[in-house]
Each structure stands twice: as C-alpha cells, then as structure tokens.
C-alpha cells in the first residue's frame, strides 16, 4: 500500500479525537505549571510539547508498518521488552521505585513501552492458539505465561499501577479471542483472591508484598477521612474539579496551578481541566475519550486477520484501562496508582507509548479499508468477531 493510499483510508475521525485531546491536555499542563520553576514559567510546557511531536512521530511510523511484519519479530519484540524491564532494575531508585533508564535527553521508562510490545505479542500468541485450535484455559494459560515474565518485573519496581494494565491488556485481549465467560468468571474470581491475599492476609501474617506508601494508599482510599497523608491529594483533586464549577475558573493562580495539588501536570491532570474549564470543558474530555473508543472497537470485528483484531482490541484495553483508573482516582473513586491519562498526562514515555498504540489502530484500521475495496461484496459477508486470512476469499488478497 503506497503513503497515499494509506493516507486517504485511514481513520480521520480518531487522529482529529486524539489531536483536540493533545491539545486539551498541552493547555492544561502549561497551565498547572506556570508557577513550578521561578523565572522559567514555560520549562514543563515545552518539554511536553516536544513530546506530543516525538510520539506523533512513532505513531506515524507504526501506522505505516504492515502489522503482518511484527510476527517475524516476535522474538525481538518479546526480548527487548524483557531485557529493558531488567535493566531499569540495576538504576538508583527515584521516589522509591526503579522506574527510570537516564538518557541525555530523556528519562526512558521501559514499563510504559512494555505495554505497546506487550499488545503485539499477545496478539501473536493468542492467533497462533486459535488457529491450532488451541482455546479456553490452555489459550488462557499460555497468554499468563508471556504476561507474567514482564508483569512480575514491573511488580518488583514497584509500579502496582502498570501491572494492573499488563493485565486488563490480557483479559480484554483473551475476551475478544473468545475465551468463555465461565473462564473469564474464574479468573475475575482468582484475581479478587489475589487482591485479598496481597492486601490483607498477607500483611497480617508479617509477610507484606507492597510497599509502605502502596499500602497507604491503598488505605486512604477506603478510609479517606482517616488523616492519612495520602488522602491529600485524592482531596485536593476533589476540591478542584468542583470549586471549576460549570464552566470553570480559568487559568492562573488557583488550587491546582499552586502548590495545594501535588502531581497537578501528571496523575491529576484532569483535575486542572476540572477546575480551568469546569463540567463542561471535563465532559467534552470524556466525549472525546469515548469517541476514540468507538472508533478503536470498531475495528475490531472488521480486521482483516487474527492478529490485527487483537492488535485492535489490545490498544482498546490499554486505552480503556488507564483512562478509567486516572478519572477515577481524580474523582476519589478508585485509589490512586499513577496511572497516566493518555494523550494528556505529561511525560515522555507514556506520551510516546499512548500515541504508539493508536498509530498500531491506525494500522489496523487502514489495512481494513484495502480489505473491503479490493473485495466486491465484502458487505454482504457475515461478520465475525476474529477472522483468519485463511477464510478470506483469493481474491481480496
């Protein structure tokens, strides 16, 4: 497919989804951050902005790379996942985790590109399965043992936040591969279980597996007014986005562009918009946010292969995921995790590994349109939820 075919096939309507949030989220971290460095009011703001250009960049490489290439990388792609997640563990910890590979100009967090690689493998896998007639728990058992290598590095950074996500990647995947809902009740059980184990009975027995500050915050969050000093920030995110009002306070010197919300330009981002544009300019975030859902999931029934489905559905999850857990801890209704905001939270790695995901979609979704130009009746075909290129007919190849 030349640049330009590919150009007039792909989805127009995510990419404007994703620049207006961008945009949203630029004008919000400028404006939590005027007054973080004395004398240099836009230091934040322009490291963003070279970002948001950076991960625009990786997304356009990945949408014009032919999702059918990653299955010869498999091996490279998996490796390279695992051998940066090793290696972040040999630095010196920053806020009590080893999170952060230094580069010259950029701190590299290998967690957050593990997620995109981690999309790509488990689409491979899971279509091998398939294919070979390989379905419910052995499918289920072989996408957990190339989860859990990445996810149990990840846990021991520690960094809960990003192994919640390798896991509701996972799931959403192995759900849109067919996995029976029985299975899926199984393992939302195992998972409840676990959640008790690491959180109570463990801790009670003298065995914590969590870090002091996890734990606490674990407990503000089901305590919020018992005085712990990690309940601050969930509160002051609270008062923020309701003193915004319906159409919010503006920029300038308020709760979140002070020194009363802690995180204000990256976890609780939202919370700005929440305060500077108030329940309009936060619903029109969410409409955003729910259009670049609709517009990912529909991709997923209508991929031209196995793979590409669940390339789709993974992006889905990923996006899905991170955007219900950051609203809801900025709303006091999950704990906080730091779990980032896509296309709006400041940082590189997961501005980069955010856009890289949708230039994955893009893919996907651009290959699709070929699909059905070159097949003539395509809309009369039945659609499946996972289609194997086998099936497809010879002449729409």
């Known amino acids: 497919m030349t640049i330009s075919m590919l150009l007039r096939r792909v989805d127009w309507v995510l990419i404007a989804a994703v620049l207006l949030l961008l945009a949203i989220g630029e004008r919000a ?11 240099n009011p836009g230091f934040f703001d322009r490291r963003h902005l070279i970002y948001i250009v950076v991960g625009l960049g990786f997304a356009a490489v990945a949408m014009l790379i032919d999702p059918r290439i990653y299955r010869r990388l498999f091996w490279f792609i998996y490796g390279s996942a695992i051998t940066l997640l090793i290696i972040v563990l040999g630095f010196s910890a920053a806020r009590g985790s080893q999170r952060w590979i230094p580069l010259p100009f950029f701190t590299l967090q290998p967690s957050e590109l593990g997620k995109v690689m981690m999309i790509v493998c488990l689409a491979i896998i899971i279509a091998d399965c398939i294919r070979r007639d390989i379905r419910g728990w052995n499918m289920a058992m072989r996408a957990a043992l190339l989860m859990l290598p990445p996810f149990a590095l990840v846990f021991v950074q520690p960094d809960l936040g990003t192994s919640i996500v390798y896991i509701a990647i996972t799931l959403t995947v192995l759900v849109v591969a067919g996995l029976p809902g029985r299975s899926v009740a199984v393992i939302g059980g195992a998972t409840v279980a676990l959640v008790v184990l690491v959180l109570a009975i463990m801790p009670s027995i003298g065995l914590p597996l969590l870090r002091p500050y996890q734990a606490e915050r674990i407990t503000a969050f089901l305590d919020p007014q018992g005085g712990s000093p990690a309940a601050y920030q969930a509160q002051q995110s609270k008062i923020a986005i309701g003193s915004g009002g319906l159409a919010g306070r503006g920029q300038g010197i308020s ?22 544009r108030g329940f309009v300019g936060s619903a029109i975030v969410l409409l955003l946010y729910l259009l670049v859902f609709w ?14 489905s669940l390339i789709a559905a993974g992006v889905f999850g990923l996006l899905l995921t991170q955007v219900g857990i950051n609203i809801g801890m900025n709303l006091g209704i999950a704990p906080t995790t730091g779990i980032p905001l896509p296309f709006m939270t400041y940082g590189g790695s997961n501005t980069i590994t955010n856009l890289t995901a949708v230039g994955l979609a893009l893919a996907v979704g651009a290959r699709i349109a070929r699909e059905q130009v070159a097949a003539p009746g395509w809309q009369k075909r039945p659609r499946r939820r996972l289609v194997d290129p086998l099936e497809v007919p010879t002449d729409a190849v």
Do not use: C, W, Y
């Open 295 to 308: 517009r990912v999931g529909r991709m997923i029934p209508r991929a031209r292969n196995l793979e590409e």
């Open 255 to 276: 709760q979140t562009a002070g020194s009363f919300l802690p995180e204000h330009h990256t976890d609780f981002v939202f919370a700005v918009v929440g305060e500077n």
């Open 29 to 39: 971290v400028k404006a939590a951050t005027v007054n973080d460095l004395l004398g």
